[in-house]
């Protein structure tokens, strides 16, 4: 496995690559052990480092799905992280809506559980998926509802920003 570690403006973000592609992409917690080689952005196809800049300027990432290592992400986590993909920059949904797309309308729970194992933020914006009331709830990456409500606001911002 590799690794690349990016600066973020809400902190540092490490992710591992493998053979299959981008196995994850998250924030790096104070203490988390960095296995692997550390590796530059040049010895990629993908200008990740790029694209999380670009993020942070404008509220949008592009990265293909096709670029992730799905291993080990069960099917139904799969299909709801793939749907969760397509939720526009500064918009949200919630849980229900996602389940109900998913096609299980009961899952909102198993989707909650798909937002908190989504090994992509940013890539795939889980802190773009909301309680059924519109409320902020629950955000496994660095910093919690914070962060969540960070990076809703930035991508609002950015969009209203783009729209003058």
């Not at 196995?23 to 080689?37: A, C, D, K, T, V």
């Not at 729970?109 to 194992?117: E, F, H, L, P, Y």
């Amino acid at each position: 496995m590799k690794l690349q570690t990016i600066s973020t403006p809400l902190g540092a973000m490490i992710a591992h690559w493998t053979a299959a592609g981008l196995h994850s992409f998250q924030f790096l917690r104070e203490g988390q052990p960095r296995n692997g080689i550390s590796v530059q952005r040049d010895e990629f196809d993908f200008d990740l480092a790029g694209e999380v800049e670009d993020y942070f300027r404008t509220g949008k990432i592009d990265v293909p799905m096709t670029l992730l290592d799905w291993s080990g992400v069960p099917d139904f986590h799969r299909r709801v992280l793939q749907l969760c993909s397509k939720i526009p920059s500064g918009m949200t949904v919630s849980y229900g809506d996602l389940a109900r797309q998913a096609g299980n309308p009961r899952a909102a729970r198993a989707v909650g559980t798909a937002m908190a194992r989504n090994r992509w933020p940013l890539i795939i914006p889980c802190h773009r998926v909301v309680g059924s009331t519109g409320k902020l709830t629950g955000y496994s990456g660095i910093g919690g509802i914070e962060t969540k409500r960070a990076l809703l606001g930035l991508e609002k911002e950015a969009n209203c920003l783009v729209a003058v």
